[in-house]
């Protein structure tokens, strides 16, 4: 199994503590992340973990694009429809970063329920090879300009959770989908990164599992290290 673990990127030991006493009305927690990323696949829980993340830290919430007229075509015919629903999601979502720039947001920390780059994701799978060619042109002209979050969550779901959560997900296409999450955050070296292994952990529901959650991001600390949250909340602390 998978646990929690926590990539720290070069730039972290010069970060400086956002939540602290004067930001957060928990005066002991004391996050390093100015910008916090909830990512996983449909059914982890991405936005209610978000929501109840920002609650908990007094941080402003961002949330994802959550329409796109491509959409019901694209569940009927996925073939025919997939490039333009995949550039109206791109494109919105970089009409979102205007909003994750302006200073007074950073002032008092920001939480997103997206990852810029979760579109790649799901292009790389329903985007044909002339598609994906033009689509990665695309994405590489905007994805310059996009505002990397300081820590990305990615909540991790085993195939066979991600199913019964989704049942209108094709099961097939949503082990795809799970391999191809797991795939690329592993890869991911451009932020921290905290992959939480979420089959059994609610934190938008459940008060002990955010604390969990607030306990392993406090846990990442301004030094670079390696954290890992295992079942049960016990995390160990790697140096790189």
Do not use: C
């Not at 429809?81 to 950073?106: A, H, K, N, W």
């Not at 909540?155 to 099961?171: G, H, N, T």
Request: hydrophobic share 40%; aromatic share 12%; charged share 25%.
């Amino acid at each position: 199994m998978r646990y929690a673990t926590v990539f720290n990127a070069p730039h972290g030991a010069n970060r400086s503590p956002l939540f602290s006493s004067s930001f957060s009305p928990y005066h002991d927690t004391v996050i390093d992340f100015r910008h916090i990323a909830v990512e996983g696949v449909p059914g982890a829980g991405k936005t209610g973990t978000a929501a109840a993340l920002s609650k908990r830290i007094g941080a402003k919430l961002v949330l994802d694009v959550d329409e796109n007229p491509f959409l019901p075509e694209f569940h009927a015919d996925m073939e025919s429809r997939s490039f333009q629903t995949q550039i109206f999601f791109l494109l919105s979502r970089y009409g979102l970063e205007s909003e994750l720039r302006q200073p007074e947001l950073f002032d008092a920390g920001i939480v997103t329920d997206y990852f810029f780059d979760r579109d790649a994701i799901y292009a790389s799978l329903t985007l044909d090879e002339a598609e994906m060619t033009l689509y990665r042109s695309i994405f590489a002209l905007l994805g310059a300009r996009r505002t990397l979050p300081d820590l990305v969550v990615f909540l991790q779901l085993s195939v066979a959770e991600a199913r019964r959560r989704k049942p209108d997900i094709e099961p097939a296409f949503m082990k795809l989908l799970t391999d191809a999450y797991n795939d690329y955050f592993f890869a991911w070296s451009g932020t921290p990164l905290l992959v939480v292994q979420a089959d059994h952990f609610s934190p938008a529901s459940n008060d002990e599992d955010m604390e969990e959650l607030v306990r392993a991001i406090e846990a990442q600390g301004p030094v670079s290290r390696t954290v890992h949250l295992a079942a049960g909340g016990r995390i160990r602390q790697d140096k790189r």
